[in-house]
C-alpha cells in the first residue's frame, strides 16, 4: 500500500477523532427486511407520491419553497418565518455546528450520542462535553450542569439510540435551567411515534426559549427518507442567521412538492405510525416474554441488549437485517427498527426459536457453540 | 410426506397436525409455504364446513411459496411462485371457456389440501412463477389481486365515480386496481361500519362513510359503478338503490341471503348487475403489478400469524373482523 500524499495525510489527521458513518445494511432478500434504519415499511402517502411525479415537469426551475413552509408551519401550529428547510436534518447539524461551533466551544451531548451531532461538533473544532445516560434516557441534570460551559446542547427526543424521551415537563425545566446563551436543539426526528403524552407543545417553548431550535426530517412517518427533507423550527432571527448559511436551494422542487402533498397524507401518516407502535409494541411484549432488556422506545425502533454475531444468521437466513449497537455507541446492544407485520412476525419466531434452543440466555460456551 | 398443517374435522373444531402428502409426480410441484392469506371464503367455511370434499381439511387457497421438487425439472428449485387457486373439472362446456366458468368449480384447500400448512403440492401448471424482487408477503396478495382485477374487467372501462360496499381485503384490492397507474384515477367512496377498515380506506385515499346517503343524492352526482364487496344481508339491494341510472353493479362478495329486488327498478334505470367469481388470466397480470409497486399494496396486510397460533386466532376471526389481510406462517 503506498503511503498518502501530504494531503491526504493532513486531511486524515484532522478527521482521527470522526468516524465513518455507516449505513445500515439491507437484508439479504427484499427491501422490507432491512430493520436496520429505521425507514417506514410502508413507503409515502399515495398522495404525497402523486405530488413529486408532477412536479418532475418543474424542474428546469429553481424551487420555490414559500408554499411547502407554509404547509410545515401550520403542521406545527407556528409561523412560517419559524421553518427553515434543509437538505435532511442532518445537513441542519452541520448548518447549526458551524454557525454556533467553533475551536474552543463545547458541545454538550449525551453518550452515546445521535452520531452526527457528535460529528458535525468535531468538524466545527467544537470539543465534545459526553454525559453519560441514565438507563438510556438524558441526564438532564447533568446536562443543564455542562451547558453552563457549552454553546449548544443536543438533545434528541425520542432519542437515537434507545428510543427513550424526555418528558414535557422535564423539557421545560430543562429550557429554563440552560443559560440563554447556549443553543439546544431539541431533535424531534422520531416525534410522531411517541406517545401523545410524551409530545411537547413545540409553539410555547419556541415562544419562551429563543435559544430553542426544533429540529425535524421527513424521513420517518412521512417515508421520505430518500428525498433528503428536514426543516427548523426556531425563533425568526435564528432562521434568519441560518437561512444565511445555507446554501441557497438547500431543498429541491420534487422534495418541495412532497410537502406539499403531505397537506393531503394525514390519514395515510395516521395509519402509518399505528402500525409502527402497534408492531413496537408487539416486539416489546415479546421481548419482555423472553426476558430480554430494552429500552421502553417512543421511536419506531427498539433497542434490545442482544448479541448482533448471534442473532445476525437465522435474521439473514429470514430475510432481516437489523443494526448492531456497536455500529451506535452500544455493543453488546442491537437497534431493531419497526417494520411490516410479515417481517416483525418473522423476527419475533427467529428470536423465539433462539429462546427454545437456549442461546439468547446461554452459558458463555453454549453461546459460543451457538455462534458457530 | 410429512408436513405441518392446519386441520379442520368434520366437526369444524381447528387445530394443528401432521399432514400426509403424496410424493411429487412428473408434472407436479411440491411448494415450501411461505405465507398464505385468509379469504372471507376460508372464515365461512370454518363456519358452516361448506364446500369442502374430504376431511380433516387443510383450507387456504392464497399461497405463495418456493419450489422444493418439481420432478419434471419445469421449475427450478428456490422459485418463487403464487398457487392457481381453481381447481376446475377440465371436462365440463364451461371449462372450455376458462377455468372459473367450470359448472363444478372448486378451491385449493376445500377439493385437496391447500396452504395452511408447511407444504402444498399442485400441478405444475397451476403456478405462477414470481420475479425474484418480489418479497413473499406482498406476493401472497396475487390472487386475491388477480380476483379484484377479473371483477373491475367485468364493470365499465373508466368510470368517474365508484361506491365500494365493504372494505374487506377484496373491497381494498378492488379499490387499488381501480386507482392503479390511472393519471385520473376514479373518485372512490367506501361504505364500512368497521372503524379500523375505513381508516385503511382512507390512507389509501377513499372517502368513507360508516353508513350513507348516496341513495339520496340527485341523480347525476350518483356513482356508475357499485360494487358489493359487503355480502351482508341486504347488500345487493343496497347497491341497486344507490348506482347511477345506466351504471352497473358488480356483485364480487359471496352472500348468502337470498336479495329483494324490484325488478322494474332495474329496467326502468337501466342498471347492469355483474357478477363476478374468481379470476380469469388475471394471475400473472396480479403478480406484476405487485412487482412494479409492492408499496402501494403493502397496508393491505395488517396482521401475520405464525401457524401454531393460528386456530385461536381464526376463532376470534370468526367474531370480529381484522383491518385488513391476516397472513398465516408455516
Known amino acids: 500500500m503506498t503511503s498518502p500524499t501530504p494531503l491526504v495525510a493532513a486531511a486524515r489527521a484532522r478527521l482521527a477523532d470522526i468516524p465513518a458513518y455507516r449505513p445500515g445494511r439491507p437484508g439479504p432478500g427484499p427491501a422490507s427486511g432491512k430493520l436496520s434504519s429505521n425507514e417506514s415499511p410502508f413507503g409515502p402517502a399515495p398522495a404525497v407520491r402523486a405530488a413529486m411525479a408532477a412536479a418532475a415537469s418543474t424542474a428546469g426551475h429553481y424551487p420555490d419553497e414559500h408554499r411547502a413552509r407554509a404547509v410545515l408551519a401550520a403542521e406545527a401550529g407556528v409561523e412560517p418565518s419559524r421553518v427553515l428547510l434543509t437538505n435532511g436534518s442532518d445537513e ?29 461538533s468535531l468538524l466545527a473544532g467544537a ?15 447533568a446536562m443543564t450542569a455542562a451547558a453552563r460551559q457549552a454553546a449548544v446542547v443536543w438533545l434528541p427526543s425520542p432519542h437515537n439510540p434507545t428510543g427513550t424521551t424526555v418528558r414535557p415537563a422535564d423539557l421545560a425545566a430543562f429550557l429554563a435551567r440552560v443559560p440563554a446563551g447556549c443553543l439546544v436543539v431539541l431533535d424531534e426526528a422520531y416525534r410522531a411515534f411517541a406517545d401523545p403524552a410524551c409530545q411537547p407543545d413545540i409553539g410555547p417553548l419556541l415562544a419562551a426559549h429563543p435559544n430553542l431550535v426544533v429540529q425535524r426530517t421527513l424521513s420517518k412517518d412521512w417515508a421520505l427518507a430518500g428525498l433528503r427533507v428536514g426543516y427548523a423550527l426556531a425563533a425568526p432571527e435564528l432562521v434568519e442567521v441560518l437561512t444565511r448559511a445555507r446554501p441557497p436551494f438547500s431543498v429541491n422542487s420534487v422534495a418541495l412538492a412532497a410537502i ?8 395515510w401518516q395516521a395509519m402509518t405510525v399505528a402500525r409502527v407502535r402497534e408492531q413496537r409494541s408487539l416486539l416489546e411484549n415479546e421481548l419482555g416474554h423472553l426476558d430480554v432488556e430494552y429500552y421502553p422506545s417512543q421511536a419506531n425502533f427498539v433497542t434490545a441488549r442482544l448479541d448482533a454475531g448471534l442473532i445476525g444468521p437465522p435474521l439473514a437466513a429470514s430475510g432481516l437485517a437489523v443494526r448492531p449497537g456497536a455500529d451506535l455507541g452500544l455493543p453488546g446492544w442491537v437497534r431493531i427498527s419497526i417494520g411490516w407485520a410479515p417481517q416483525m412476525a418473522a423476527l419475533r419466531a427467529v428470536l423465539r426459536e433462539l429462546s427454545r434452543s437456549g442461546a439468547l440466555h446461554p452459558e458463555p460456551a453454549i453461546r459460543e457453540q451457538a455462534r458457530r | 410426506m410429512r408436513t405441518r398443517a392446519l386441520l379442520l374435522d368434520r366437526e369444524l373444531t381447528l387445530r394443528t397436525g401432521p399432514l400426509e402428502l403424496p410424493e411429487p409426480q412428473p408434472g407436479e410441484v411440491l411448494i415450501r409455504v411461505e405465507w398464505a392469506g385468509v379469504c372471507g371464503s376460508d372464515l365461512h367455511v370454518l363456519r358452516t364446513g361448506d364446500w369442502v370434499s374430504y376431511w380433516p381439511a387443510t383450507l387456504g387457497h392464497e399461497v405463495t411459496g418456493t ?15 403464487v398457487a392457481d387457486s381453481r381447481v376446475p373439472c377440465e371436462s365440463c362446456a364451461g371449462c372450455a371457456a376458462g377455468p372459473n366458468r367450470c359448472e363444478r368449480l372448486a378451491w385449493v ?7 395452511f ?16 424482487s418480489l418479497e413473499p408477503a406482498v406476493a401472497v396478495l396475487a390472487e386475491p389481486l388477480a380476483v379484484a382485477r377479473h371483477a373491475i374487467s367485468r364493470g365499465p ?4 365515480r365508484v361506491v365500494i360496499l365493504g372494505y374487506g381485503p377484496i373491497g381494498a384490492l378492488v379499490h387499488l386496481a381501480l386507482t392503479a397507474g390511472r393519471e385520473s384515477p376514479p373518485e372512490v367512496t367506501v361504505i364500512e361500519p368497521v372503524g379500523s377498515r375505513r381508516e385503511l380506506a382512507a390512507a389509501l385515499g377513499a372517502e368513507t362513510s360508516a353508513r350513507d346517503d348516496i341513495a339520496g343524492r340527485p341523480a347525476a352526482v350518483r356513482p356508475q359503478l357499485v360494487v358489493d364487496a359487503a355480502g351482508y344481508p341486504g347488500s345487493l339491494a343496497d347497491a341497486v338503490a344507490r348506482t347511477a341510472t345506466g351504471g352497473t353493479v358488480l356483485a364480487v362478495a359471496l352472500g348468502h341471503e337470498q336479495a329483494r329486488l324490484l325488478p322494474a327498478e332495474i329496467a326502468e334505470r337501466e342498471l347492469t348487475i355483474t357478477g ?5 388470466g388475471e394471475l400473472p397480470d396480479a403478480v406484476a403489478a405487485l412487482a412494479r409497486d409492492p408499496d402501494r399494496y403493502r397496508p393491505v396486510v395488517t396482521e401475520a400469524v405464525p401457524l401454531e397460533d393460528a386456530p385461536g386466532r381464526l376463532r376470534e376471526l370468526l367474531a370480529a373482523p381484522s383491518p385488513g389481510k391476516v397472513l398465516i406462517r408455516p
Open chain 1, 92 to 120: 441542519l447539524c452541520y448548518l447549526l455546528a458551524s454557525v454556533f461551533l467553533a475551536p474552543g466551544r463545547v458541545a454538550v451531548v449525551s453518550d452515546p450520542p445521535y452520531q452526527i451531532d457528535a460529528t458535525a
Open chain 1, 127 to 141: 470539543s465534545l462535553s459526553r454525559v453519560p445516560l441514565r438507563d438510556g434516557v438524558h441526564d438532564l441534570d
Open chain 1, 260 to 267: 406539499e402533498g403531505g397537506a393531503r397524507a394525514g390519514a
Open chain 2, 67 to 81: 419450489v422444493e421438487h418439481c420432478p419434471g425439472g419445469e421449475l427450478a428449485t428456490g422459485t418463487l411462485v
Open chain 2, 109 to 115: 384447500g376445500e377439493a385437496h389440501p391447500g396452504g
Open chain 2, 117 to 132: 400448512a408447511g407444504h402444498l403440492l399442485l400441478p405444475v401448471g397451476r403456478v405462477v412463477p414470481c420475479p425474484v
Open chain 2, 157 to 160: 372501462g373508466h368510470p368517474e
Open chain 2, 276 to 280: 363476478s367469481i374468481g379470476f380469469a
